[in-house]
């Protein structure tokens, strides 16, 4: 059973950045596909950024030039680097990585005060 654990959640003021950790229990290299969600109260869950087994990158339109996703293979750990962060980016965000079935994090909140 695959296994992620996020970090790097907390509160800070517009303008301000943050680093999430997403490290899973296994070789990040058995996964198609892994990306960074957010859900904020009463809003859908959406994806922020995604990055595939080849490394290629994609981006939710409102984050990017913001936020960068990466990934750091020796220790099975993904990253998303947000930065000029808006009270907007508030919300719960999830690790989320597909193999065979899709596996999520259990969250960690962002919260940006203006």
């Known amino acids: 059973h695959v296994q992620l654990v996020e970090s790097g959640g907390g509160l800070v003021q517009a303008g301000w950045s943050l680093l999430l950790s997403c490290t899973a229990s296994?070789?990040?290299?058995?996964?198609?596909?892994m990306a960074w969600y957010r859900q904020a109260p009463g809003n859908e869950r959406e994806r922020v950024a995604q990055?595939?087994?080849?490394?290629?990158?994609g981006y939710l339109d409102d984050v990017k030039g913001r936020f960068t996703i990466s990934r750091d293979m020796a220790k099975n750990t993904i990253f998303l680097q947000m930065n000029s962060l808006k009270p907007e980016d508030t919300a719960v965000y999830y690790c989320?990585?597909?193999?065979?079935?899709?596996?999520w994090g259990q969250g960690t909140q962002v919260t940006v005060s203006s």
């Open positions: 990055i595939d087994r080849g490394g290629r990158t």
């Open positions: 296994e070789s990040i290299s058995n996964f198609y596909f």
């Open positions: 989320n990585a597909i193999t065979a079935g899709s596996h």
